[in-house]
Nanobody
Framework: QVQLVESGGGLVQPGGSLRLSCATSGINFSLYRMGWYRQAPGKQRELVADITISVNTNYADSVKGRFTISRDNAKNTVYLQMNSLKPEDTAVYYC?????????WGQGTQVTVAS
């Protein structure tokens, strides 16, 4: 079956960095558009960044210049490098895959930015 497993979340101080990973199985990873979404308490889930199969990237305005999405097709893994973190980045971060055979979500990983 398809699995997307996020890791790398945690508690970090403002200005700090975290690197999220999403390891996938059960899909032909190289043929899937991959993305990171987040959902803060009381808010709707929003796109943070995504990366196409041709490695074109797209970012939410709120994270441009601070976050970087990347993919490693050999490891079936997508990453989100988050720098200069702000308290407003606090949310559950979800990995998403989208391709011809459907759309899949991970279980989420909590990122908390606080001093």
């Amino acid at each position: 079956q398809v699995q997307l497993v996020e890791s790398g979340g945690g508690l970090v101080q403002p200005g700090g960095s975290l690197r999220l990973s999403c390891a996938t199985s059960g899909i032909n990873f190289s043929l899937y558009r991959m993305g990171w979404y987040r959902q803060a308490p009381g808010k709707q889930r929003e796109l943070v960044a995504d990366i196409t199969i041709s490695v074109n990237t797209n970012y939410a305005d709120s994270v441009k210049g601070r976050f970087t999405i990347s993919r490693d097709n050999a490891k079936n893994t997508v990453y989100l490098q988050m720098n200069s973190l702000k308290p407003e980045d606090t949310a559950v971060y979800y990995c998403n895959s989208r391709g011809m055979r459907g759309e899949y979500w991970g279980q989420g990983t909590q990122v908390t930015v606080a001093s």
